[in-house]
């Protein structure tokens, strides 16, 4: 089976790492507004401030292993020259997307995803009435997109969350939020109605696990809050779906799962037993978003660490009755898991998790990410044999220290990582038969990264000229990979040299 002739190609975006205004248009801050940046050697920080006057921060961010924030801390931004906080001018996509979109245009997309900044639209996240100027600025986005033939997908909520629902109650802990978040996704969806038709319910909704604070706005992540942040979530989503399917039928609601193939190292059945127990950890979100119901080891799981479901009456029912429409992924390389690490080096990358080691097979990036010219087409099949759904790879790129020269970027090593993948991705449709709804590259435009809150790990096919400070022209010029990837649309996949 060929790509189908309506694939959706294009690039992916994320507001909280490429947005910025985040001072202007009557927005309110969110839970990224108040983290600071990293690298690959120093952790992201959330600062706060206590009543008694103290201030700090403390690194509730990726790849820590911290989960609160210190009793009475409550999340704000600190003035003055001690922190930087990238998210406030990131890319400025919010002054540059005509440009932008006129780019990515001319590279040939068929689609953009971007994700609305929910406290640019309800700026306290359970406001009575949206900000006008929020909605207006999304609304000149899209009709932006819809000029060139682009057709939008939109993540209603993506590593960010309305900084005060964090502060009140305690992220996405409290029921309080799902209702929020419906009222926020209904105005979305009427507001928008004609312009966007492909909703994302939660980014990588799995990593609340690894990053409780960051996903779902949780000040305090212990198991137990987690759990209940999860079922919330999974809760909004189903009430979102139901929203859409009964008053915007036009509407296709999918979820987003961060998904890497995870290998046991050696043939040893114990490593074959961590690395299946380590997919279930990632396919527990969606086989509750696409089977509606809690798998059964979860369940087990549960049991054993005495954590609870804070389901009320009829709410198990509405998991079932409202699963996702399609679902989508990420998916940037692979993990190897063993119980024989000892001498290994440690994995690193997107989504590493405990027991995980390097692969001798692979290459990686600086920031020690995997490229594994297979994942794409395992990622897919493990969802197709699982659900039967309709697939979407919206998220899959190569981070780099680009050098930038006379006006452009040479950089082979993506357009590599893009080759093998796309090809990875076609087996999938081609060989095994699985129809694919689409292919977004991560990051088309350059912007701030998520894990380390740098600009110096670019995985855009756009350099934009800005350095780790926000500091630059804000200059956007084209990369090799930006011809690479307009050939490969053109031929919708075929020309792949
Ligand atoms: C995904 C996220 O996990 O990976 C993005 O959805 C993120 O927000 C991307 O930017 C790449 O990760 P990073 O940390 O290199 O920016």
Request: proline share 4%; hydrophobic share 35%.
């Amino acid at each position: 089976m060929a790509l189908a002739k309506d694939f959706l190609w294009g690039g992916a975006t994320a507001a909280n790492q490429y947005e910025g205004g985040v001072f202007e248009g009557g927005a309110g801050l969110s839970t990224a507004d108040v983290m600071t940046n990293g690298s690959h050697t120093v952790r992201r920080q959330v600062t706060w401030k206590k009543a008694d006057g103290t201030e700090g921060s403390t690194p509730l961010c990726f790849g820590s292993a911290e989960r609160n924030l210190p009793e009475g801390a409550v999340p704000c931004i600190i003035e003055g020259d001690k922190y930087y906080y990238p998210s406030h001018i990131a890319s400025d996509f919010y002054h540059h997307y005509k440009e932008d979109i006129k780019l990515c245009a001319e590279e040939g997309f068929k689609c953009f995803r971007l994700s609305i900044k929910w406290s640019r639209i309800y700026p306290n996240g359970d406001d009575a009435e949206p900000n006008e100027e929020g909605l207006q600025f999304y609304e000149n986005v899209f009709d932006e997109c819809h000029k060139y033939g682009i057709e939008p997908l939109v993540t209603l909520l993506h590593y960010e969350n309305p900084l005060s629902l964090a502060a009140r109650f305690n992220g996405w802990d409290s029921r309080h939020l799902v209702d929020a978040y419906v009222k926020y996704a209904s105005t979305c969806f009427k507001r928008f109605q004609g312009k966007v038709k492909y909703y994302l319910t939660f980014n990588e909704i799995n990593c609340i696990e690894e990053c409780p604070y960051v996903t779902a706005g949780l000040i305090h992540g212990n198991p137990q809050n987690v759990a209940n942040a999860a079922f919330h979530q999974f809760l909004a989503s189903a009430l979102t779906v139901k929203e859409a399917h009964e008053h915007f039928p036009e509407l296709r609601i999918g979820m987003m799962l961060a998904y890497g193939p995870v290998y046991g190292f050696t043939s040893d059945p114990a490593d074959q037993l961590l690395a299946k127990q380590a997919e279930n950890k990632i396919l527990f979100y969606s086989d509750v978003q696409m089977l509606g119901t809690y798998p059964s080891y979860k369940l087990a799981e549960y049991a054993r660490n005495g954590i609870t479901i804070p389901a009320q009456p009829g709410d198990m029912e509405t998991l079932a009755k409202y699963p996702c429409d399609f679902l989508s992924f990420s998916c940037y390389g692979s993990h190897v898991v063993t119980i024989h690490g000892e001498d290994q080096k440690a994995g690193e990358g997107n989504g590493a998790m405990a027991q995980t080691v390097a692969n001798p097979y692979l290459d990686t990036n600086a920031w020690g990410w995997a490229t594994d010219p297979q994942c794409l087409r395992i990622a897919v099949n493990t969802f197709y044999n699982r659900y039967r759904c309709d697939i979407w790879c919206v998220e899959n790129g190569i981070g780099w220290n680009d050098e930038f020269a006379d006006g452009t970027v040479h950089d082979s090593y993506r357009i590599d990582y893009m080759r093998a993948n796309i090809q990875s991705l076609k087996d999938a449709a081609e060989i095994d038969g699985i129809p694919v709804m689409g292919y977004l590259y991560w990051g088309c435009v350059d912007m701030v990264s998520n894990g380390e809150g740098e600009m110096a790990k670019r995985y855009g096919q756009i350099y934009v000229d800005a350095d780790n400070y926000g500091k630059g022209s804000m200059k956007r010029s084209t990369k090799d990979s930006y011809y690479w990837y307009q050939k490969c649309i053109r031929s919708n996949g075929e020309d792949l040299k």
